[in-house]
């Protein structure tokens, strides 16, 4: 079964890649724009290795194409970035952070906890989660790529004049959707960022990778599993596992979607492999799998062709990219992120049709003799919106998905409250439940 649904995932990774090949190409870059500043950052910092890091991922990239054949992301893990940034961690402190959060979800896929978890969540705060982290990549676009541009600086090659010509180029393909838009964006911003590395003889040399292995200490622990692994948790199980999976189902739904577990699984192997080695902690994110889908990727061929292309640069120039990278224009990166943010938030759309899981599984409707999943009516809807927007809105307010998910879930119990208390009338009005009286 396994073998041939292996064969099955090659076949299908062929196909796509035969006859769409810069699609695919174009789709494997559009999770630059998250992946490229987070691992910049991260390299300057001192905190993790880009050689460990390249080399990883793009493993990761090419087994995730492989075994999936969807075109699922490897993305840093964004609140212990952030917290390592902030507090400078060392090799040892973010590793301790990773290998946590991994410890963590391998050992809720083995305890089943977090089949149970996905299947209580109901559908509008999932979809709360995408549209609320769509939100917030536009806005960190907005706020940490963009906002610091000027209409002639900080050079020729990054200002607000190719944020605008890049998002124009945007519009247009979202008209044109064969043009590949991150390939041509991508291919612009290096040539820029080889121009600039040029003028100041800051371009990568041959440097072989050399492995080296980053075994945590005792305050490494305690540092990074509180400051940081802690506070990834909650964002790992519901945007990178469970939400990851509703949007694969969502955008491909031709395509067998992994289950939750599996996912899990692979999120907590990626970690506990690479974090020994300096490289960065990597989950699979929903914002991740919208831009590479955006950007015309719609097999496992797109991430394994970017898996090979990191290898190969891992092992051969590594750290010595890092001047180049830096000089990557943030102005089309943050256009990018912004173009993948609406992708993503564009899933809430389909909340009350038929279209959402929970309601494609119910009795259909019918109207003119076609399905349309179950009707709901104008409350129900407006229920179900709500539910969504204020998951989504805390969560952007917050700038934390575990508040966005209790908020949500606080208001989906609210509502069914009425009918709760119905049911509890019902079954004493039948002897079935007896409230406790004097004797």
Request: with cysteine; net charge positive; aromatic share 8%.
């Amino acid at each position: 079964m396994v073998a041939r649904t292996f064969r099955e995932i090659s076949a299908r990774n062929l196909k796509v890649i035969r006859e769409h090949p810069l699609s695919e190409i174009s789709g494997a870059l559009g999770d630059l724009g998250t992946f490229l500043p987070i691992a910049i950052a991260l390299t300057v910092n001192g905190t993790i290795s880009l050689s460990s890091t390249l080399i990883f991922t793009g493993a990761f990239n090419v087994l995730t194409g492989l075994f999936f054949g969807l075109p699922l992301p490897v993305q840093p893990m964004k609140a212990i970035a952030a917290v390592a940034l902030v507090s400078s961690f060392s090799h040892g402190e973010i590793a301790a952070a990773g290998l946590f959060v991994a410890s963590c979800i391998l050992i809720f896929c083995l305890t089943g906890f977090l089949r149970w978890f996905a299947d209580v969540i109901p559908i509008p705060v999932v979809k709360g989660i995408q549209v609320g982290a769509g939100i917030s990549l536009i806005i960190a676009a907005c706020q940490s790529l963009i906002a610091k541009l000027g209409w002639v600086r900080p050079s020729w090659a990054d200002n607000l004049s190719w944020t605008i010509a890049a998002f124009l180029f945007l519009l247009v393909a979202n008209i044109y959707r064969r043009i590949p838009y991150a390939l041509v964006v991508f291919m612009v911003g290096l040539l820029f960022a080889i121009i600039l590395a040029a003028q100041s003889s800051n371009l990568p040399s041959l440097r072989l990778w050399m492995p080296f292995l980053t075994i945590p200490a005792g305050t490494d622990w305690r540092i990074g599993a509180i400051r940081a692994g802690i506070g990834q948790l909650p964002l790992t199980t519901l945007n990178s596992v469970i939400a990851v999976v509703h949007l694969a189902a969502d955008l491909l739904p031709q395509v067998h979607t992994p289950s939750v577990t599996s996912i899990g699984l692979s999120v907590a192997a990626m970690n506990l492999t690479g974090c020994w080695f300096g490289a960065m902690p990597v989950c699979h994110g929903s914002g991740g799998l919208a831009a590479q889908y955006r950007f015309g990727a719609r097999s496992g061929a797109s991430v394994i062709f970017l898996g090979i292309l990191k290898l190969a640069i891992g092992l051969f120039f590594g750290e010595s990219l890092v001047g180049l990278l830096t000089r990557f224009p943030s102005a089309l990166l943050g256009v990018m992120v912004i173009a993948a943010g609406i992708e993503l938030a564009g899933v809430g759309e389909s909340l009350n049709t038929s279209g959402s899981r929970d309601l494609a599984k119910g009795h259909p409707g019918i109207i003119g003799g076609q399905e349309i999943g179950p009707l709901l009516s104008d409350e129900d809807r407006k229920k179900r919106w709500t539910v969504m927007m204020v998951t989504a809105g805390l969560l952007v307010g917050f700038r934390n998905d575990a508040i966005g998910f209790i908020g949500g879930m606080l208001c989906h119990w609210t509502f069914g409250l009425p009918s709760f208390l119905e049911r509890l009338r019902e079954r004493r009005r039948q002897g079935r439940i007896r409230l406790p009286g004097p004797a």
